[in-house]
């Protein structure tokens, strides 16, 4: 009996064993001469040409650094926050207000799988964040009742603002008394005591005699704050400085407040701002001639964690969380009060109301670094993030001071500049240094000043979007912090690559600062200064 596939005889020449005839059509052909290529290309070409291809897949391979993401192309991140053009909102605060107040409100069960699909909650840390430890119950138990109470208060109290006659969008006429060489400048804000007048006058001296910044300065101060008439004279003396106090009082021993309210009264439209611990490494003036600053009005730079998707204030504000978009470090800001058709007053405002309901809103973020983000939220507004991530600055110390060739202690950051309009359509360029915010360090004391800022590290790929960077996390070491890969260095030829090129740079921090060796040369001069600020009883 014969089958449709009779078997062949084994001994016959050119069977096939298992019995099946094979009909080699010319398709076959093409198909098994491409992949035969493929196979054998890197065998045929010589040992620079193989490189070379090696190179390419590791460039491309999983998520490679120019197929990532489309602005990637240019190394400027879109801008974040706004409603989409294609809704139709018009940009005004009325349109906005209506807009927030008509999004749907929903219960946490209704809003958590695309939150947590959105930000999964294994990735960059998120839950070991100290902030969002134990604010579950908190979140969940806000009911989609209490998300429209939470918009309707922020409607009412931008009415209550209106009938006291507070300007809330940004006009022309503001700007009418003040002259054209003072509508940009720099804030800080501070106390006219102790150590932190210590730092702020270390902060205003590489600003004016290290990076040459020639910006009018604003120092503003809560009331009683700054009534060292000796230390206020020499500040104005010696950086021409104006100090400034502002209309309201500190609550609940919180300094944040000031922030917000120095924005608002400044006599600047556009203006960078610094905390007192913050020390420019670059002359802050080139921001504003910036692509991001000009694309959107505002920069704010990333913080060390990212948000969780089970916090309440992602239904309040009627978005999905995303990863997209990084928490804010407000150390250092760049402002246009002007942008959005001066509607980034009226966000200066809401954040005053959050910051201002700390039973409200306390739990839902962590003060200014949070509000301005969820403020540009609410009315729907853009805002732009700087294009890099953070770089970790410290030393090989023990947080006691005791050298250690394992244990890196990062106690403050670098944040990175933005990016020239010449460089804008140049994957390569990497911003320089522009901050040293050094937010831990005022907590360490013991340090060896020799090793305070001896090294920096980064993730080799942070452009503020790269999906990579969910390999190098930012982790706490009790009050210092460091960068740590996860998995194998990406890098062609390290043992187990992924070949996704992602990794953690390690250099001195001369070699980062080498664009302007006379920054690294002052900051090597003050660390002991810095390092000795820290000592008990000094």
């Known amino acids: 009996m014969s089958t449709a596939y009779s078997p062949v005889n084994a001994g016959r020449s050119g069977g096939v064993a298992s019995g099946i005839r094979m009909r080699v059509r010319p398709l076959h052909l093409i198909l098994m001469a491409g992949i035969a290529l493929i196979i054998g290309l890197p065998l045929l070409a010589g040992s620079e040409r193989r490189d070379n291809l090696r190179a390419y897949i590791a460039k491309t391979a999983l998520g490679g650094s120019t197929l990532v993401h489309p602005s990637m192309a240019t190394h400027v991140a879109p801008p974040s926050g706004g409603i989409p053009d294609a809704d139709g909102v018009p940009l005004t605060l009325e349109a906005r207000l209506i807009n927030l107040v008509n999004r749907p409100a929903l219960d946490h069960w209704e809003a958590e799988l695309p939150n947590r699909y959105a930000c999964p909650m294994f990735t960059f840390a998120r839950v070991t964040y100290f902030f969002h430890e134990g604010k579950d119950p908190y979140w969940h138990g806000i009911t989609k009742d209490q998300v429209r109470s939470y918009r309707q208060k922020m409607v009412d109290y931008f009415r209550e603002l209106d009938r006291k006659n507070v300007p809330l969008v940004w006009d022309r006429s503001m700007e009418n008394s003040t002259p054209r060489n003072m509508r940009r400048g720099i804030i800080y804000t501070g106390s006219g005591v102790g150590k932190d007048l210590a730092r702020m006058t270390v902060s205003l001296h590489f600003l004016r005699n290290v990076v040459k910044s020639k910006l009018p300065v604003e120092?503003?101060?809560?009331?009683?704050?700054?009534?060292?008439?000796?230390?206020?004279?020499?500040?104005?003396?010696?950086?021409?400085?104006?100090?400034?106090?502002?209309?309201?009082?500190?609550?609940?021993?919180?300094?944040?407040?000031?922030?917000?309210?120095?924005?608002?009264?400044?006599?600047?439209?556009?203006?960078?701002?610094?905390?007192?611990?913050?020390?420019?490494?670059?002359?802050?003036?080139?921001?504003?001639?910036?692509?991001?600053?000009?694309?959107?009005?505002?920069?704010?730079?990333?913080?060390?964690?990212?948000?969780?998707?089970?916090?309440?204030?992602?239904?309040?504000?009627?978005?999905?969380?995303?990863?997209?978009?990084?928490?804010?470090?407000?150390?250092?800001?760049?402002?246009?009060?002007?942008?959005?058709?001066?509607?980034?007053?009226?966000?200066?405002?809401?954040?005053?109301?959050?910051?201002?309901?700390?039973?409200?809103?306390?739990?839902?973020?962590?003060?200014?670094?949070?509000?301005?983000?969820?403020?540009?939220?609410?009315?729907?507004?853009?805002?732009?993030?700087?294009?890099?991530?953070?770089?970790?600055?410290?030393?090989?110390?023990?947080?006691?001071?005791?050298?250690?060739?394992?244990?890196?202690?990062?106690?403050?950051?670098?944040?990175?500049?933005?990016?020239p309009p010449r460089e804008r359509h140049n994957p390569e360029y990497h911003p320089k240094p522009a901050f040293l915010h050094t937010i831990l360090l005022k907590h360490r004391y013991g340090l060896q000043p020799s090793r305070l800022f001896s090294h920096t590290k980064r993730p080799r790929a942070d452009f503020i979007l790269d999906p990579r960077l969910v390999r190098t996390l930012y982790e706490f070491t009790g009050d210092c912090f460091a960068i740590t890969l996860k998995g194998p260095d990406g890098l062609p030829g390290e043992p187990n690559s992924v070949l996704d090129g992602q990794g953690v740079i390690v250099e001195t921090t001369e070699e980062v600062l080498s664009r302007n060796p006379g920054v690294w040369k002052e900051l090597d001069g003050v660390a002991a200064f810095l390092a000795g600020l820290n000592i008990p009883g000094t």
Request: hydrophobic share 30%.
């Open 219 to 419: 120092i503003y101060h809560y009331p009683g704050e700054f009534d060292n008439s000796t230390a206020r004279e020499e500040l104005t003396r010696k950086y021409n400085v104006d100090i400034r106090e502002v209309s309201v009082r500190k609550t609940d021993g919180k300094t944040w407040l000031i922030k917000n309210t120095a924005f608002i009264e400044s006599k600047f439209t556009q203006f960078v701002y610094m905390d007192s611990d913050n020390y420019p490494l670059a002359d802050p003036e080139e921001l504003f001639e910036s692509v991001e600053f000009k694309q959107s009005g505002s920069v704010f730079w990333a913080d060390l964690n990212k948000d969780h998707p089970d916090n309440a204030i992602w239904r309040i504000l009627g978005r999905t969380c995303s990863d997209e978009q990084w928490p804010a470090e407000s150390g250092q800001v760049v402002f246009d009060k002007s942008g959005n058709n001066g509607l980034n007053l009226a966000v200066l405002h809401l954040s005053n109301h959050m910051m201002d309901n700390n039973e409200m809103y306390g739990n839902l973020g962590y003060g200014d670094k949070d509000t301005y983000r969820y403020a540009f939220y609410a009315l729907g507004l853009n805002y732009q993030q700087a294009p890099r991530l953070l770089a970790s600055v410290g030393g090989y110390q023990r947080q006691d001071g005791t050298s250690s060739p394992d244990y890196f202690c990062g106690h403050s950051m670098i944040q990175w500049g933005l990016t």
